[in-house]
T-cell receptor
Framework: SAVISQKPSRDICQRGTSLTIQCQVD?????MFWYRQQPGQSLTLIAT?????????ESGFVIDKFPISRPNLTFSTLTVSNMSPEDSSIYLC??????????????FGQGTRLTVV | KNEVEQSPQNLTAQEGEFITINCSYS?????LHWLQQHPGGGIVSLFM???GKKKHGRLIATINIQEKHSSLHITASHPRDSAVYIC???????????FGTGTLLAVQP
């Protein structure tokens, strides 16, 4: 199994500012993902973080708003830029590696609960 | 219509009761995941299924590929089982997950 350390666990931010969320995995993984969970909603995939190249964003999400870094196989960051109250959500990172873990079992960070005021 | 539907959306049970949460999906999948989300937001993977049945402690998960349906059962439920249970399906080669809306379970002592 893998352990993912995500931080911060929660933050309250002023509108117009940016917040960077970090995820550290205790082993090398091929795939890392970033999700958003708006209040009362299910998880929505923001992007796939690709090691050494630009992230692959889902429809409705853009790099300028959610820049992602993946400098190596154990670490990734998501920045929520120029925040507005509509960005208040839980943000989660996830990792999987079909070549290492049982098939494609997914592991998740503890989540970052973001409130924008 | 969502690609992954869960029922019920909310469930309240008394301690000791047998609980069933259902998940139906409309897309072809390579695997189905059952996840548990606690109030702080963190998610724990409970099961990953591609066929048949798996058991871990008091939890049992089954899947019927032909009917595109899965169930999560909790035997002898306990207040510490209170959480949101999420069904997610995985299809294709990208390992992307499609999530259900979750079932909020409250087990009362």
């Amino acid at each position: 199994s893998a352990v993912i350390s995500q931080k911060p666990s929660r933050d309250i931010c002023q509108r117009g500012t940016s917040l960077t969320i970090q995820c550290q995995v205790d082993s090398q993984v091929t795939m890392m993902f970033w999700y958003r969970q708006q209040p009362g909603q299910s998880l929505t995939l923001i992007a796939t973080a690709n090691q050494g190249s630009e992230a692959t964003y889902e429809s409705g999400f853009v790099i300028d708003k959610f820049p992602i870094s993946r400098p190596n196989l154990t670490f990734s960051t998501l920045t929520v830029s120029n925040m507005s109250p509509e960005d208040s959500s839980i943000y989660l990172c996830s990792a999987s590696d079909p070549g290492v873990f049982r098939n494609t079992e997914a592991f998740f960070g503890q989540g970052t609960r973001l409130t924008v005021v | 219509k969502n690609e992954v539907e869960q029922s019920p959306q909310n469930l309240t049970a008394q301690e000791g009761e047998f609980i069933t949460i259902n998940c139906s999906y409309s897309v072809g999948i390579s695997a189905l995941h059952w996840l548990q989300q606690h109030p702080g937001g963190g998610i724990v993977s409970l099961f990953m299924l591609s066929s048949g049945k798996k058991k871990h402690g008091r939890l049992i998960a089954t899947i019927n590929i032909q009917e595109k349906h899965s169930s999560l059962h909790i035997t002898a439920s306990h207040p510490r089982d209170s959480a949101v249970y999420i069904c997610a399906v995985e299809g294709g080669a990208t390992n992307k997950l499609i999530f259900g809306t979750g079932t909020l379970l409250a087990v009362q002592p």
